[in-house]
């Protein structure tokens, strides 16, 4: 089956967040444990798999995503990467409506070709600082909310985006965080840089060190930062040695996350039909 990884929430190639995307021919998924090893041996933040959906329901493709660990609830880069995947092949046009653990997500291409997602928008609630997380982090937070089930963190809000930039958090200690893992943001230092906010992803507990560019992260962060600087479409920055840039508009419990995608391998991918017996 052909396999592509894409790097989304990037214009050009070797930037963003890279994500792993199969389109199964098959009405239902692989066992997960399937799923899973391709996951391993993609070895990307997240791959994604989807297999299309009867005509006339609420969702046009099923759609999962695994780190090379665990299963997630939601993934933004992972969900614009297939759908570039569907609009650049000529599998969709306009709108598609996937199905995922996080409900009906719906995707929108523009003349321009960035993709539009529509995501719940994070439920935001403050919190005590964790000890270990402050330790682990090795600066000082200045406020830390929680996220909400779907996007599982702790997102903390650091004096300064130069201090999210020095971040060397202790991964070992941050991966025994009961979430997902941490969001590390602060406003952007220079108003004319072309960003609001400047945001970091660390989530060892799944696998993933350090995610370059976690737009279900950015559902927590568009309303983080909208109710502090008074505006509902805001443009996020977030990465260290990958960047990617998240267009983001607040529409009460939803969130609309804008990017561009890139294909940058698409090959074969040979396996054993045995272990594609349907769950």
């Not at 930037?15 to 021919?25: C, I, R, S, T, Y």
């Not at 930039?165 to 004319?192: C, F, M, N, Q, Y």
């Not at 990617?244 to 508009?249: K, L, Q």
């Amino acid at each position: 089956m052909r396999i592509r990884i894409v790097d989304a929430f990037s214009e050009r190639p070797f930037a963003g967040n890279p994500a792993g995307v199969l389109l199964l021919d098959s009405d239902a998924f692989p066992e997960t444990d399937w799923l899973q090893q391709v996951a391993r041996e993609v070895n990307l933040s997240e791959t994604a798999f989807a297999h299309p959906l009867p005509e006339g329901g609420d969702a046009d493709w099923a759609l999962r995503w695994l780190t090379p660990a665990a299963e997630v609830n939601m993934c933004g880069h992972a969900t614009l990467a297939t759908a570039h995947v569907l609009h650049s092949t000529g599998a969709a046009t306009g709108s598609v409506r996937f199905r995922t653990r996080s409900g009906v997500l719906t995707t929108t291409a523009g003349d321009d070709g960035a993709i539009t997602m529509d995501f719940p928008t994070a439920p935001l609630t403050p919190v005590e600082v964790p000890a270990a997380v402050a330790a682990a982090l090795g600066v000082d937070i200045l406020s830390a909310h929680d996220t909400g089930p779907n996007v599982g963190d702790l997102l903390v809000e650091l004096a300064d985006e130069t201090s999210v930039r020095a971040l060397a958090p202790d991964l070992k200690a941050l991966a025994g965080h009961g979430g997902r893992g941490v969001i590390a943001t602060a406003r952007a230092e220079d108003p004319s840089g072309g960003y609001d906010f400047f945001s970091r992803c660390f989530f060892p507990a799944v696998g993933i060190d350090e995610d370059p560019v976690t737009g279900s992260a950015h559902t927590a962060l568009a309303p983080f930062w909208s109710a502090r600087l008074g505006r509902n479409s805001l443009v996020g920055l977030q990465g260290a040695a990958r960047t990617g840039y998240v267009r983001t508009e607040l529409r009460g419990d939803r969130t609309l996350l804008t990017g561009s995608a890139v294909t940058v391998i698409d090959g074969e991918l040979l396996t054993d039909g045995e272990l594609l017996t349907k769950s």
